[in-house]
């Protein structure tokens, strides 16, 4: 079985905000929580499996920046959001994503009583926070199996971290 763990990782990207006569470009930093599977970051596995795409700039969508964002898509990590087993399940995105091509990551996911696999993985068109498109499939890209006791002991705390941080300072 492999081994899902969530390292803390911090990319810089240019945000390009449009308004009617003029552009801005502002410089961000965001912290997130990747995915590593068996110790080697997800973005890593991916570019391995497509030396073409440029997965420094890839994020999650696990990052305090939005909080809520990161609870809902750690409950869709767990199978909590009712996805039919042909839908992708987005996990890594571009978070100055302008509907570009191939611009996030997905996969399919299957739970069991005692496992989660990840297969099936595809690059899509993908908006950071719309619906997933899967478009092209990885070929080359191999399925993972965790434990489904350790896969979801991982998840739940990230989203405990997440809820205290929605919470606030605690007052006591």
């Known amino acids: 079985m492999n081994v899902l763990s969530l390292v803390k990782q911090t990319i810089t990207f240019t945000e390009v905000r449009r308004r009617l006569f003029f552009r801005r470009e502002t410089e961000r930093v965001r912290t997130f929580l990747d995915f590593a599977i068996d110790g080697v970051l997800l973005r890593e596995l991916a570019l391995a499996w ?29 199978g909590r959001m009712g996805l039919d087993p042909d839908e992708y399940q987005g996990l890594l995105f571009l978070p100055d994503s302008q509907n570009t091509t191939n611009d996030g990551l997905a996969a399919q ?12 993985f595809a690059w899509g068109d993908a908006s950071p926070w719309l619906d997933f498109d899967a478009s092209h499939r990885i070929e080359n890209a191999p399925t993972f199996t965790f434990d489904r006791l350790q896969y979801e002991t991982v998840l739940l705390e990230a989203r405990d971290h997440y809820i205290r941080y929605i919470a606030g300072p605690s007052r006591g």
Do not use: Y
């Open 50 to 78: 497509d030396p073409s795409m440029d997965t420094d700039r890839f994020s999650t969508k696990l990052t305090e920046d939005d909080p809520h964002e990161a609870v809902d898509e750690i409950d869709s990590l767990l």
């Open 109 to 120: 996911l299957s739970f069991e009583t005692d496992r989660v696999v990840w297969g099936n």
